[in-house]
Structure formats: structure tokens, C-alpha cells
């Protein structure tokens, strides 16, 4: 059980709102790395919500979602002082990275590389959106990052295009030593495309949906290729959400 310390806030959207949460907690804090989540229960559902973690501050932990649903509608109205019933940190998140690094994020899974722009010493930023209503921490990333590509699909923010394209201009433009990315599936795999191609170890954070967050009820099973070649079922919320990109079966 831990402390909101701050009132939800929602990002200037027309058909989009986000929601922003700070939470109170020396021990979640301390505890947290880049890639993990948090399981947050809303009233009056069973089922938790997984959000990833955006940054941490202190003793102070800081979570972005869409406001999509109902639970996550109830979240939005949390106010300073209430209190919340989390699980987590959970999962196995990126990991520890020496030399320079490409964050590529796509939507929701931008707030995860801002956690790790956090904590990395050199890196630049591949932000995806489907328009310009729909962006999120592009102006903190740009303070975090050396360098940031942004790419809509419609053109209306930065270039008009997909996250692979802007990927493949950065890793031709300079020498990276991995590429972390979180966002829908088929980024992911365009992504990871895009690094090999370039000879760039990839790391991807697959956003499945979870049930109980803990490996127990198998909802976000996912195919992954085991050390001898083979498909394996393995769980997103125990044995990842992070994988390395050729441990996927990205058509399984």
C-alpha cells in the first residue's frame, strides 16, 4: 500500500488523455530499474493494471498511462493522499548498458525510456506517435537525450513516417552499442529488423496483457525461441517484459 503524493494529471489531448501518477515509497523506489512495471489495483475490478514505470526521483516513483477504461478512468481520479494497492516492481527490465545507447519508444511505451534516459549516461531517442495530439515527453526526452528523432504518422509532429524509418537514419548516422525499444508489437519487430541490419544488439519490452503480474495465471504468454532454437512459452510478466530482440518469434 503506498502513498500518492500528487493528483493525476492529464496531458493536453483532443481524444487522448494520459494519466500521471507520483508515488511516495523509499522501498519502490530504491527497488525499480528501467523496463519494470508496477501492478495497480482499481477499485471494483479483479484484475490489476500493469503500467510502466517512467521515472524515479528520490523516494519518489513516477507512472504514465493511457486513460482507456473504466479502471484506468478510476486511476485518473486518485487524488493527493489517497492511497493505492501496488504490486511491483515487477518484471525483469533492460539491461545495465555501457557506451552509447538508442531508446526507441512508440506511444505508451515512450514513459519507459524516459526511465531509462534517466539512468543512462549517453544516449539518443526515437519517439513514435500516430499524431501530434497523441506525443508525450518529447521536450523531457530532448533534455535527457543527446539527440531526438521524432516521427508521426501523419506528419503533424517531427517527420512524417514510422518508428523503423527514423530508427535506421540514427544507426546510420552513428555507432550505437545497443538499442532498447517498448511499443506496440510490430514496432518492436521493425525495430529489432532495423538493429540487426545494422549489427546492433536490441533489446525489446513486449507489452502483452497481464492478469495476475506474478507468472501464475498465463494470460500474457508469449512464444520465445529457447537456447536450443526451439519455441518455448515463457511468461511477459515474469520472465520478461524484456527480452533480447532474436529471442522473439515475432510470427509465432
Given amino acids: 500500500m503506498e502513498y500518492i503524493i500528487n493528483?493525476?494529471?492529464t496531458a493536453a489531448s483532443a481524444g487522448l488523455v494520459y494519466g500521471v501518477i507520483t508515488?511516495?515509497?523509499p522501498e519502490l523506489a530504491g527497488?525499480?530499474?528501467p523496463g519494470q512495471f508496477l501492478h495497480i489495483r482499481c477499485e471494483g475490478?479483479?484484475?490489476r493494471r500493469p503500467i510502466s514505470i517512467a521515472g524515479v526521483a528520490g523516494d519518489r516513483l513516477t507512472v504514465i498511462y493511457e486513460i482507456k477504461g473504466k479502471g484506468t478512468r478510476w486511476l485518473s481520479q486518485r487524488k493527493a493522499g489517497d492511497v493505492l494497492d501496488v504490486l511491483g516492481p515487477l518484471g525483469h527490465g533492460f539491461p545495465e548498458a555501457?557506451?552509447?545507447v538508442l531508446l526507441v519508444g512508440g506511444g505508451v511505451g515512450v514513459p519507459p525510456m524516459h526511465f531509462c534516459a534517466q539512468r543512462l549516461e549517453d544516449c539518443d531517442a526515437v519517439l513514435a506517435f500516430r499524431s501530434k495530439d497523441r506525443a508525450l515527453l518529447t521536450e523531457e526526452m530532448g533534455a535527457l537525450c543527446k539527440a531526438v528523432t521524432v516521427m508521426t504518422d501523419d506528419g503533424s509532429l517531427g517527420e512524417k513516417g514510422f518508428a523503423a524509418q527514423g530508427v535506421s537514419a540514427m544507426l546510420a548516422q552513428g555507432r550505437y552499442d545497443a538499442v532498447f525499444a517498448c511499443g506496440p508489437k510490430i514496432m518492436l519487430k521493425t525495430t529489432f529488423e532495423a538493429a540487426r541490419a545494422a549489427g546492433v544488439p536490441c533489446w525489446v519490452s513486449l507489452e502483452e496483457r497481464m492478469g495476475c503480474g506474478l507468472g501464475?495465471?498465463?494470460?500474457?504468454?508469449?512464444?520465445i525461441r529457447g537456447a536450443d532454437g526451439q519455441k518455448v512459452?515463457?511468461?511477459a510478466c515474469k520472465d520478461g517484459p524484456v527480452?533480447?530482440?532474436e529471442e522473439v518469434i515475432w510470427d509465432g
Fill in 233 to 235: 512459452m515463457k511468461e
Fill in 7 to 9: 493528483a493525476p494529471v
Fill in 45 to 47: 475490478y479483479q484484475l
Fill in 98 to 100: 555501457r557506451g552509447k
Fill in 243 to 245: 527480452f533480447r530482440g
Fill in 23 to 25: 508515488i511516495e515509497s
Fill in 216 to 223: 501464475a495465471c498465463l494470460t500474457c504468454a508469449t512464444p
Fill in 31 to 33: 527497488a525499480a530499474s
